[in-house]
Structure formats: C-alpha cells, structure tokens
C-alpha cells in the first residue's frame, strides 16, 4: 500500500512546486498588508536618517563665475584649453584632506573649470564653478582666482604691451627725426627765397647796371676820341702854317703826339669795356640766371617733394601709432576679466529634496525587500517542520 502512494504523492509535489513557481499578485499583496510594518519602519528609518545627515551636514552653496580670456591685439593670447588644464591642475582639490585645506583657508574651493562657447560673440569664456559655505565667500574665492590667473599669465601680458610700445616709442622718433628734416629743408627753402634768390636777382642787376655804365663810358670814349680826332686835325692845319716857328711846331707835335696816345689809351679801353661787356652777356648773366632758375624752380620743387614725402611718411607713422594704442586698448587688449557671477538663494549641497527622495524609495524598496524574506523564511521553517 505504501508503494502504492508514493507516485500520487510525488505527483502532488510537483505540483504544489509548479504552483509556488508561479508569481500570484493577489499573495504578494496579502504579504506585503501583513509586513506593512516593516515596510514602513524600513522606510521611516531611511527617512529619519536622510533628516538626521541634512541637519548635521553642512550647506554648500555654489557660485558660477564666468572670466573672459586674455586678447592680445584683438586675437586671444592664451587659449582657453591650455587655461583650463593649467587650473585644473593647480587649484582643484583631488582628494579630501584638499578640499578641506581649501575649506579651512578661504571657506570654498573650486570644484570644476569649463570652457563655454558663446556663438554670438564668436569666443570662448572660462566657467569656473565654485563651492563655499556661502556665496560671499564663493565670490570672493572667484576672485581669488582671477588674481591668481592674471598674476601667472602677466608676464605674456606685459610683454605684448611693452613690445607693442616699444614700436610706438621707435615710430614716435622716426616721426620727430622727419619733422627736424622738414624744418631743415623748409630753412633751406626760406634760405633760397628769401637769400639766395634775391642776391642773384641783386647780381643780376649789378651786372645789368654795369653793361649800361660800360655804355656810357664806351659812348663817352668815343665822343673824346672824336674831340681829339678834331683837335689833332685842327692842330695838324696849324702846322701848315708857313708862319709857325720852330718851337710853336714842336709844341703842336708833342700835343698831336699825347692825343694821339689818348685816342689810343681810349680805344683800347674801349676794347677792354666791350670785352667785359660781352662776357658780362655771354657768361656771367647766363650762369645766374642759369643758377637762379635751378633754385627757384628745379631746388625748390626738390625740395617741396622731399617735404611732402616726408610728410606722407609722418602721416603713414601716426596712422600706425593709431592702429598700435587702439591694439594695446580694450576691447583687442585686455587681461582675464570677470564677466559675471551668478548665485543661487539655496544650497547646492545637500539637496534635500534629492536626498528625502532617494532616501523614500530606497526605504521602501528595502523595506518590501525585507517583508518578502521574512516571509520565506517563515515559509521555509514551516515547511521543514512538516517535513520532520
């Protein structure tokens, strides 16, 4: 009889074992209203214990400060990525002891860096995000680490400026150097209308003068020769005379003798003044009026041209001294700067919300955990006790 009952009660095994591998909505739910209570309890714990570390933990609130990167000539002097990882590396806190360091020195510490790209402006900003028991001191440790960003890269700064006026300085001497220049030639332009010309001009007309003295004296000459001429014909017929003594006719010789070297003296001084009159014509004349024609036009307009480049050149100099001061201005030069800061009323740390939620559900969760395996605990003790 007994081998008789062993298949039938195998069969009712597998079947109570196929019935319990079946998930019943309707047990769970009559599990879970029986364990309420530690569900509950579960999650109040949770509950209690996310109160109790948001009373004790401190807040921490965050600041986001936002830095313009350094401009060099209206081009950006440090990229951004090279800023950022040099920050990184420098100012945040790795490890806890650092931050607490930091915390116990300025009452924040910076917790990241980006880079934000800003399409309108066509450029790149530093986000810097800080963290701090409050947000005045997470605005002033921002600017602490403005300071600290603008004293390391000053040194690329001022090099650029003092380069830059450097050039300025050099142009500024080019320009001071031209304008001794003009004033030398306008000197010398003044020398040559004011001197020079009106001394060839005075020359001119001294030699003008003179060939009207020649004139004259020429004309005189000539009138004297005449005279003479006629003196000596008249003294000439008196020796005809039969009736002249000896001595009357030599005295009338030596007379006829000494106008006759007049009129030779005469005639060669003649000479002498119509060969200085015509060099006065042919040479003399000519080379200053040759000479004041190249100062009062070819060296004047020389000089005028040279003026006028050289003031060109001071013009294309200043533009460049313009161009160089506007380079070294805002907005194309400009070291780190804060653009804005903003802040927030509430803490970033700890989020109470956030934690009271997470708290909740991991409660509940661990709770109707803990109910289903009292529960099969329970089942797995009755079922060895009916089994022994």
Same mark, same amino acid.
């Given at each position: ?221 000539? !009138? &004297? /020769?005449?005279?003479? =001429?006629?003196? *000596?014909?008249? $003294?000439?017929?008196?020796?005809? #005379?039969? +009736? %002249? ?59 005028? !041209? &040279? /003026?006028?480049?050289? =003031?060109?050149? *001071?013009?294309? $100099?200043?533009?460049?001294?313009? #161009?160089? +001061? %506007? ?62």
């Amino acid at each position: 009889m007994e081998k008789e009952r062993l298949p039938e009660k195998r069969e009712k095994e597998e079947v109570i074992y196929y019935q319990e591998d079946e998930i019943d909505l309707y047990e769970l739910w009559l599990t879970l209203k029986k364990r309420w209570k530690v569900v509950l309890s579960t999650t109040a714990l949770f509950v209690l214990a996310s109160v109790v570390y948001i009373l004790v933990a401190k807040p921490v609130y965050e600041v986001k400060a936002y830095i313009q990167t350094a401009y060099l000539g209206g081009e950006i002097g440090i990229k951004p990525e090279k800023v950022k990882a040099e920050i990184e590396a420098k100012y945040i806190p790795q490890t806890s002891e650092e931050k607490d360091k930091y915390m116990s020195t300025y009452n924040a510490y910076l917790d990241k860096i980006d880079v934000k790209e800003i399409k309108k402006e066509k450029t790149d900003i530093l986000e810097l995000t800080v963290l701090s028991i409050n947000n005045k001191y997470g605005k002033s440790f921002a600017d602490h680490i403005l300071t600290l960003i603008q004293k390391e890269y000053k040194p690329k700064f001022e090099y650029f400026l003092e380069s830059k006026k450097r050039e300025i300085k050099s142009k500024t001497l080019q320009i001071n150097k031209l304008q001794n220049q003009i004033s030398q030639l306008n000197l010398q332009k003044n020398f040559i209308s004011k001197e020079e010309i009106p001394s060839l001009k005075e020359k001119i007309n001294f030699h003008k003068e003179r060939i009207k003295k020649i004139d004259e004296l020429i004309s005189s000459y000539r !009138k &004297s /020769i005449l005279n003479y =001429e006629k003196t *000596i014909k008249n $003294l000439s017929s008196s020796l005809k #005379n039969p +009736n %002249i003594s000896d001595s009357s006719s030599l005295l009338i010789i030596s007379q006829i003798s000494q106008y006759e070297n007049l009129i030779s003296s005469l005639e060669k001084r003649i000479k002498e003044l119509e060969v200085e009159k015509d060099r006065i014509i042919r040479e003399t004349i000519p080379s200053i009026e040759k000479k004041l024609t190249e100062l009062s036009t070819l060296k004047i307009e020389q000089i005028n !041209k &040279s /003026i006028t480049e050289k =003031e060109n050149q *001071i013009q294309v $100099l200043k533009k460049d001294i313009e #161009n160089l +001061n %506007i380079l070294i201005s805002p907005p194309l030069t400009k070291n780190f700067e804060m653009l804005r800061v903003t802040t927030k009323d509430s803490p970033a740390k700890p989020k109470k919300s956030l934690i009271l939620a997470v708290a909740t559900v991991s409660g509940l969760f661990l709770g109707v955990f803990l109910a289903f395996f009292l529960e099969w605990i329970e089942s797995a003790r009755k079922r060895h006790t009916q089994t022994y």
